[in-house]
């Protein structure tokens, strides 16, 4: 039978706890109990940066996605104590280390698998537009940074490698979760929003994080 490496051996661990941290958060929003919801908010998040620390090839990839994930951590803190624009301003810098990441594993312009996320932004904003108020500038930057980030992880997709796959879901996954935020928040707000956005993005964050512990170093 063949040994797990290193790099695998703890990763039931790590979903385990990843698990347990969103069903303790889930349990003190239900409860009530809104100090522990707050503390727990971005433990996940963290959960999967120190996964990704310990078990992804040290390189360039790693670092500048590991900042990514940190930052998503303090954008998920910051938004659950009720400040949306710095949060989401954490938010877009976290997207902006992903881009990093995704450039620095592929570099190839690829300008074809660009006009379906730019398709995406742009109905995303003329759905939203009547609703944004004085949010119109910073949701549409926003939006162009979630859409270029999907772009660079299809671009990185087209590079080959099964990895590539995880990330692109991934991706797209948090964009979901992040449109559905802006529709809940300026245009149509429904009941089940939260239950909704939180899982979109919980998945989507494991599966990049996932992505980075399969991919085998290139630095």
Do not use: N
């Not at 349990?27 to 503390?39: E, T």
């Not at 909704?196 to 992505?211: F, P, R, T």
Request: charged letters at 15%.
């Amino acid at each position: 039978m063949t040994t797990p490496t290193p790099r695998f051996r703890d990763a039931r661990a790590f979903l385990f706890v990843y698990g347990l941290v969103i069903a303790a958060f889930a349990a003190s929003a239900i409860l009530g109990l809104d100090a522990a919801r707050v503390a727990l908010k971005p433990v996940p998040v963290l959960v999967l940066a120190v996964w990704v620390r310990r078990a992804a090839a040290r390189d360039g990839f790693a670092s500048r996605l590991l900042l990514g994930l940190v930052l998503c951590a303090l954008g998920d803190v910051v938004i659950e104590t009720g400040r949306f624009v710095p949060g989401l301003a954490a938010f877009l810098v976290g997207h902006l280390g992903y881009i990093a990441a995704f450039v620095h594993e592929d570099r190839a312009l690829r300008p074809e698998r660009a006009a379906l996320f730019a398709a995406w932004g742009v109905i995303a904003i003329a759905l939203l537009w009547s609703g944004l108020g004085e949010m119109k500038v910073p949701v549409v930057l926003y939006t162009a940074t979630i859409c270029a980030m999907m772009w660079r992880a299809s671009a990185l997709r087209a590079a080959g490698g099964a990895w590539t796959g995880l990330v692109l879901a991934g991706a797209v996954l948090f964009a979901i979760s992040d449109t559905v935020i802006a529709i809940d928040r300026f245009r149509l707000p429904f009941a089940a929003a939260r239950v909704v956005i939180l899982s979109l993005y919980w998945l989507g964050q494991l599966l990049i994080a996932g992505a980075a512990v399969v991919r085998p170093a290139r630095d």
